[in-house]
T-cell receptor
Framework: GAGVSQSPSNKVTEKGKDVELRCDPISGHTALYWYRQSLGQGLEFLIYFQGNSAPDKSGLPSDRFSAERTGGSVSTLTIQRTQQEDSAVYLC??????????FGPGTRLTVL | TQLLEQSPQFLSIQEGENLTVYCNSSSVFSSLQWYRQEPGEGPVLLVTVVTGGEVKKLKRLTFQFGDARKDSSLHITAAQPGDTGLYLCAGSFSGSNYQLIWGAGTKLIIKP
C-alpha cells in the first residue's frame, strides 16, 4: 500500500481480555515504531524495531505489553489482561532513513 | 526529565487572523520537528529544523528554531479553516536518531 495501515481502526474490549493490534508499514521501510496517544496528550514511545537488530522496548509500560515484527515487515502489538488505563489511540509509524516517520491512522482502544 | 512544553494548549480564532504557537524546553535538541494531526489520522510531518536560528517557510506557515536550539515557534499568517488540527512538536537529541520527545500539542480551530 501507499501508506502505513493499521487494524482494527477501533477496538472495544472488556477489562482482563487480551488484544492484538496490527501494523503494516510502508514497503521497504526498515524501521517501525509503536506509540500510544491518550486524549489531550502527546505521543508516548512504546517500542522501536530496526531491521534485524534487537528492538528497543524501553517504552513498554508493563510486562503486559509485547510486540513482534515478523519478516521485517508486519508488526503486532499485544496487550494482555487489558486495564482501563490502557484505553488510548495506538499509533504505528515507519521510516527508511533518519527520523522522518510516516504514521498510520491509529487503532482506538477502549477497555470497558 | 526531558520535556517539551507547548503553548497554548488550545486556540480558537477566526479565519484570516494570524497566530503563533510555541514549543519550549530546558534541553538542547539536535533537531526539532513540527507535525499536524487531524482527527482519526496519524501525525503528518510539516518541517524539520536543525540549525539554531533557522527559519523555514511552508506557504503561510513560518517555523523558527531558537538560537540555543531549546525552543521553536510556528506562526500562521491569515489562518484558513483547513489549518484546523492538532499541532505537535517533537525533538531529538544527538546520539538518538529515532527517539523523539513529544510535546502535548496545540489544538487549533479556525472558524470560517
Amino acid at each position: 500500500g501507499a501508506g502505513v495501515s493499521q487494524s482494527p481502526s477501533n477496538k472495544v474490549t472488556e477489562k482482563g481480555k487480551d488484544v492484538e493490534l496490527r501494523c503494516d508499514p510502508i514497503s521497504g521501510h526498515t524501521a517501525l515504531y509503536w506509540y500510544r496517544q491518550s486524549l489531550g496528550q502527546g505521543l508516548e514511545f512504546l517500542i522501536y524495531f530496526q531491521g534485524n537488530s534487537a528492538p528497543d522496548k524501553s517504552g513498554l509500560p508493563s510486562d503486559r505489553f509485547s510486540a513482534e515484527r515478523t519478516g521485517g515487515s508486519v508488526s503486532t502489538l499485544t496487550i494482555q489482561r487489558t486495564q482501563q488505563e490502557d484505553s488510548a489511540v495506538y499509533l504505528c509509524a515507519s521510516s527508511f532513513h533518519g527520523n522522518e516517520q510516516f504514521f498510520g491512522p491509529g487503532t482506538r482502544l477502549t477497555v470497558l | 526529565t526531558q520535556l517539551l512544553e507547548q503553548s497554548p494548549q488550545f486556540l480558537s480564532i477566526q479565519e484570516g487572523e494570524n497566530l503563533t504557537v510555541y514549543c519550549n524546553s530546558s534541553s538542547v535538541f539536535s533537531s526539532l520537528q513540527w507535525y499536524r494531526q487531524e482527527p482519526g489520522e496519524g501525525p503528518v510531518l510539516l518541517v524539520t529544523v536543525v540549525t539554531g536560528g533557522e527559519v523555514k517557510k511552508l506557504k503561510r506557515l513560518t517555523f523558527q528554531f531558537g538560537d540555543a536550539r531549546k525552543d521553536s515557534s510556528l506562526h500562521i499568517t491569515a489562518a484558513q479553516p483547513g489549518d484546523t488540527g492538532l499541532y505537535l512538536c517533537a525533538g531529538s537529541f544527538s546520539g538518538s536518531n529515532y527517539q523523539l520527545i513529544w510535546g502535548a500539542g496545540t489544538k487549533l480551530i479556525i472558524k470560517p
